[in-house]
């Protein structure tokens, strides 16, 4: 009886094994849509065997997407502005606000800034969503003084929300003042925060989507139409460039936050106080040294 038993017990063993493999090879428990499609760690966090190439940019650092590790550093600590680069902030705390096709209503308030604009009118209304691509893609200044009032009330209100978030995510060195990047008095960051908060949004597959958008048409409320491009030109030069932000101040220089993914990994470079002939090739030095190598490290 004890061996009719055992080969029982081992029988239901076999079946429940069997089912339970058969319902992963078929998707079973699939993963959810949300979730970024990043590489496993063991892909992703191997130094290049290559000394990194000579960048012309003040600040400048490479990390590793999935394991945060730091593959490349120059003067990365060092407080400086960031000029727009500090909008992938904003985008954070626009996204922990929650209800992203909330209605905003543009007020004229909004359009006390300067230069980049979308020049949409007090009035107007349209959904956080479409207001959050724009300034991810086009880095419009209106959008970002619109979108902090809504969220955070009015501006300074926002920067509170702003600076949470960076002490939350571990952005040591950064202290912000308007949801714009544009220059203010005690306003400043450092190539590693901004790869920290880089990092954070790279997670989102929202504002993923948005940063690797090139170009689109947005519709104003008159029924007037404006081609968006991107201001990050990597999207179109490098095939495996797929983010994230731009920035550009007297005061910051030509900065820029670049993502890539190639070979199983992804990583993220950050550019700050370069300039118009060298901040695309800074970066896209650092993303071919960091990615164009076989996957298996070597």
Known sequence: MMTCMTRSFCARITALAFTAAL?????????????????SPSKGSIVPP?????????????????????????NADTQRAVASTQKI??????????????????????????????DVKPGDVYPRRELLKVLMVKSANDIARALARD?????ESFA?????KADSLGMRNSKFGNPNGLPMAGQYSTARDMAIAARAAYRSPLIRSFTATKSFNFKFNDGR???????NHLLKSVPYCDGLKTGTTNAAGRCLVASGSLNGRSVIVVVLKSNTPN??????KLLGWALERPASGV
């Open 279 to 284: 901040v695309w090739k800074d970066a896209t």
């Open 89 to 118: 902030v904003t985008a954070l705390c626009v996204l922990d606000a929650g209800n992203i096709d909330k209605p905003v209503t543009i007020q004229a308030i909004d359009e006390a800034c300067e230069p980049t604009r979308l």
């Open 50 to 74: 290559k000394a990194p190439p000579a960048v012309a940019a003040e600040s400048a650092i490479v990390i590793d997407v999935v394991s945060g590790r730091v593959l490349f550093a120059k």
């Open 225 to 231: 139409t404006r081609l968006i491009e991107n201001t």
């Open 160 to 164: 509170n929300l702003m600076n949470r």
């Open 151 to 155: 969220v955070g009330g009015n501006q």
């Open 23 to 39: 319902i992963t090879s078929c998707g079973g428990s699939p993963p959810s849509r949300l979730q970024p499609a990043i590489p």
